[in-house]
Nanobody, 126 residues
Framework: QLQLVESGGGSVEPGGSLRLSCVAS??????????VGWFRQAPGKEREGISC????????YYADSVKGRFAISRDNSKNSVYLQMNSLKPEDTAVYYC?????????????????WGRGTQVTVSE
């Protein structure tokens, strides 16, 4: 089985921080083969690509809504992907999904991703 498992979600106050983790199992997130990223979906809204990283050049990409506040990273030795979220806002409340695609390492926030995690809830409220 091929799985992506997210963790690290929870409830925080506005301005707080969370660090999401994603661990791949059943396959290796080879940095030369898999692009990885994060999507989110708030209730009643479409899924939104918020970040991805290119394995080939190490480039990182962010949606305007999170740029400057979120940072994506990966630890190849742990087969993991992370999303550091700072200065969280109520509008960041959503289910966050880890994604991966065998695209040769290139990524785009609008591209399709073959592998999805089940999501982890992030709630930002006072």
């Amino acid at each position: 089985q091929l799985q992506l498992v997210e963790s690290g979600g929870g409830s925080v106050e506005p301005g707080g921080s969370l660090r999401l983790s994603c661990v791949a199992s059943g396959f290796t997130l080879d940095p030369d083969y898999f692009a990885v990223g994060w999507f989110r979906q708030a209730p009643g809204k479409e899924r939104e690509g918020i970040s991805c990283t290119s394995s080939t050049d190490g480039g990182t990409y962010y949606a305007d809504s999170v740029k400057g506040r979120f940072a994506i990273s990966r630890d190849n030795s742990k087969n993991s992907v992370y999303l550091q979220m700072n200065s969280l806002k109520p509008e960041d409340t959503a289910v966050y999904y880890c994604v991966a695609d065998p695209s040769g390492g290139e990524c785009d926030l609008s591209m399709s991703y073959d592998y999805w995690g089940r999501g982890t809830q992030v709630t930002v409220s006072e």
